[in-house]
């Protein structure tokens, strides 16, 4: 095991890991369970977190890679993802709640990132963050009130 | 997925010792791909930090380093307004934005996966592969050889040239189908073909006979009989010859309009 210092949330964090561990693990165990772990392939977004306000699928980036680099959950934004849930609450799409964290952060994400929002392109940003509930209708609506596009 | 050891070299010298002095070390680019499999690595070589992230325009030449990630390539200007924007166009698609954040082009071209949507392109492109150790060599040699020692720095696109690609997904964001690429130089056509469903493949004759005959329906025809096509739980083989026909048909037409 190695010795490194991950950068969560704006806070240091010593943690002692193994080359083959993966960020969601890592963050689950120092107690970040609002990362949700689902396919551990790359493919449902459940785990989707930041780092350096790119999203990506925590379950596919190894812990080493994560050193030097500022990590987001939605712990460390809660006044957003609160307002981006109530945007999704009201649409009734919060149902199980699983894929909901990622989805915020995506949210979160495409808002840094994009500057003109089309319906395509939200579709195109979010097409990797899967629901179970198959919310999706509810989402987009809910995504464009937020985003004011509607 | 057990790492025994974890190593991120700070040169590319020491990247390029610490491969070679071990049998089974391995390198690591984005690593989303490598994370699937179970096996058991004694030696991690990871490339980050290397300076290897970065698109150039260069007289002509894009250059590209190889631990840049799809997601840069899919919004690089350059990528979208040159060559009828297929590298971006390719790379869209690829799985989820977030997995396209650390999946790299190096990665990509090393593990030669056969269901690489990027492949196809990169080969009619005619690129030129940039290595620590062998220099530059072209993707064809490349595809043909075995370099599991050596470091992929660079990717070199000659932009003076001309190119399409079609494909077909029934899901916006699964791996194509099938995957036709088209590009043009100086008269002179190049043909590939990936998720056939092997590799991406350069179809010598198709090609030749576009370039001399300009005949696109013989050039069809001699594209099914020279690359292997096969079945797979997705399609047919005969699904894909005949779509791969259509898709050539369809990119050779909007080319020479």
């Known amino acids: 095991m190695t010795a490194i210092t991950l950068n969560i949330n704006d806070t240091d964090y010593e943690v002692m890991v193994d080359g083959g561990d993966m960020l969601v693990d890592t963050l689950r165990a120092l107690g970040f369970t609002s990362v949700k772990k689902g396919c551990d392939t790359g493919s449902c977004g459940v785990c989707s977190i930041l780092l350096d306000g790119k999203v990506i699928p925590s379950c596919s980036l190894f812990t080493m890679k994560a050193r030097e680099h500022k990590i987001l959950t939605i712990d460390g934004i809660e006044e957003k993802a609160r307002e981006i849930g109530h945007f999704l609450l009201e649409e009734g799409v919060d149902q199980c709640g699983f894929c909901t964290p990622g989805l915020i952060m995506s949210i979160v994400a495409m808002e840094n990132d994009l500057k003109v929002y089309t319906e395509e392109s939200i579709k195109h940003y979010l097409v990797g963050n899967l629901c179970r509930c198959t919310g999706y209708e509810g989402q987009l609506r809910s995504i464009k009130k937020y985003l004011e596009v509607s | ?257």
């Open chain 2, 1 to 257: 997925m057990i790492i025994k050891e974890y190593k991120r070299p700070e040169s590319l010298k020491e990247a390029y010792a610490l491969i070679n002095n071990n049998k089974k070390a391995m390198l690591v680019a984005g690593g989303a791909y490598l994370r699937l499999q179970n096996r058991e690595i004694p030696l991690a070589v990871d490339l980050d930090g290397l300076g290897l992230d970065y698109i150039i325009e260069e007289n002509n030449y894009l250059k590209i380093g190889a631990m840049t990630t799809l997601r840069s390539i899919e919004v690089n200007k350059d990528c979208i307004n040159e060559l009828s924007g297929i590298l971006s166009k390719m790379v869209k698609q690829i799985g989820s934005l977030q997995l396209r954040n650390i999946v790299t082009i190096g990665g990509s071209i090393c593990g030669k996966y056969s269901f690489s949507d990027l492949l196809p392109s990169l080969i009619v492109l005619n690129t030129t592969l940039r290595f620590y150790k062998a220099g530059e060599i072209s993707i064809d040699e490349f595809l043909a050889e075995d370099l599991k020692k050596d470091i992929l720095l660079e990717i070199i696109i000659d932009l003076n040239q001309e190119a399409n690609v079609k494909y077909l997904k029934k899901t916006y964001k699964e791996y194509s189908l099938i995957n036709v690429a088209l590009a043009k130089k100086e008269e002179k056509y190049r043909i590939a073909v990936g998720a056939r469903p092997g590799r991406g493949a350069y179809a010598k004759l198709a090609s030749k006979i576009l370039t001399t005959e300009k005949d696109i329906e013989k050039a069809c025809e001699i594209l099914i009989e020279e690359l292997t096509f096969n079945d797979d739980y997705r399609v047919s083989e005969d699904y894909r010859k005949s779509i791969t026909q259509s898709l050539l048909k369809e990119a050779y037409k909007e080319m020479v309009v």
